[in-house]
């Protein structure tokens, strides 16, 4: 009947822990503690895509950085005061409306989107992420990721790939005008 096209997914996960899952890629290998609190009200509609709906807020308690390297960057720990990751699907794409992890040695921002595919396991990352570090970590990063720094001091990521096979790296950028030396 009609049920069969309709995917409802809503979960309330409290307390997901992360310790246990680190993120492995070819460039990314992160490990993450703390706890995940997922909120999820979300219909996939496999007859038409665009046509689901729905949000999804994901949240850290006592959320930390135990170990990072990123395209052979070595990162210390860091504690995250702030964890928050909220999207919502119009269009058939999961849209991130605020992305944004505050710790004491970094802060990350996530923009972009997800366009979901029929089967959910192979829908397509597009996602930015815009990371500052503090000032005695910029400068060896400055020199591990000198093309994906801008003249902010912002460092540029990309999560492209799908959701089971995600790729993490860092994303080299044009610099805007900076003057020659």
Request: proline share 1%; glycine share 8%.
């Amino acid at each position: 009947g009609m049920d069969s096209s309709s995917l409802l997914i809503g979960s309330d996960i409290e307390g997901f822990q992360l310790a246990a899952h680190p993120i492995t890629t070819d460039d990314f290998n992160v490990e993450l503690s703390g706890l995940l609190n997922l909120i999820s009200d979300i219909e996939i509609n496999r007859d038409d895509i665009k046509e689901s709906s729905g949000e999804l807020s994901l949240t850290g308690d006592d959320l930390a950085l135990n170990r990072a390297t990123i395209s052979g960057f070595d990162l210390e720990a860091t504690a995250f005061t702030e964890a928050v990751l909220e999207m919502e699907i119009e269009d058939g794409k999961a849209k991130v409306k605020k992305g944004r992890f505050v710790g004491d040695l970094l802060e990350a921002t996530i923009e972009g989107h997800i366009t979901l595919r029929k089967d959910i396991s192979r829908s397509r990352l597009s996602l930015k992420f815009l990371v500052q570090f503090d000032e005695t970590i910029d400068k060896l990063a400055k020199m591990m990721l000198k093309s994906s720094r801008d003249d902010d001091g912002v460092y540029h990521f990309k999560g492209q790939g799908t959701i089971t096979n995600p790729r993490f790296r860092a994303d080299r950028i044009n610099k805007r005008g900076s003057s020659a030396r």
